[in-house]
């Protein structure tokens, strides 16, 4: 990733995955595997159009671990839409003003208890050496 903003935007995700204390850097114990990652870009745009920030977010191959062997079940934080129906009349009935944001890097705050190895983010080995990543919370794409 030769452009600026794009290594900026993978510095931020770093940042970011670092201040949730998203890993532990370790070497690999004997007889353990690692999940490997990558990278995802994404343009994100304002509503006139205009580009309002360059997105990267490290997502697990979670398509390389085996149920029963690397997990038992899998999650994700989807609201459902009777929720957000009942919400809505709700705020209707009771004038409730609604606003609505993104949270970034949600789902960071998954607390999993399995032990699952990562390997190295792709273009950060310099930044972290020849460790691996000792998953303490969830990333997009693992199961």
Same mark, same amino acid.
């Given at each position: ?18 201040? !949730?204390?998203?890993?532990?850097? $370790? ?8 999940? *490997? ?11 006139? &159009? ?8 490290? $997502?697990?191959? &979670?398509?390389?671990?085996?149920? &029963?062997? *690397? ?6 934080? $989807?609201?459902?839409? !009777? ?26 705050? &998954? ?14 080995? *310099? ?17």
């Amino acid at each position: 990733m030769e452009d600026p903003r794009w290594t900026k935007a993978m510095v931020d995700e770093m940042a970011a995955l670092e201040k !949730n204390n998203t890993w532990d850097l $370790v070497s690999l114990p004997r007889g353990e595997k690692t999940v *490997d990652c990558k990278w995802v870009f994404t343009i994100k745009h304002r509503a006139d &159009g205009t580009i309002e920030r360059y997105k990267a977010r490290l $997502v697990a191959k &979670g398509h390389t671990q085996s149920y &029963g062997v *690397d997990y038992q079940e899998t999650f994700a934080t $989807v609201a459902k839409l !009777n929720s957000v129906r009942i919400l809505l009349s709700l705020a209707t009935n009771q004038e409730w003003s609604l606003l609505q944001f993104d949270v970034k890097n949600t789902f960071l705050h &998954g607390e999993i208890s399995e032990e699952i190895y990562m390997d190295s983010p792709p273009g950060m080995t *310099d930044s972290i050496g020849m460790k691996i990543c000792k998953l303490k919370k969830a990333l997009y794409g693992l199961k």
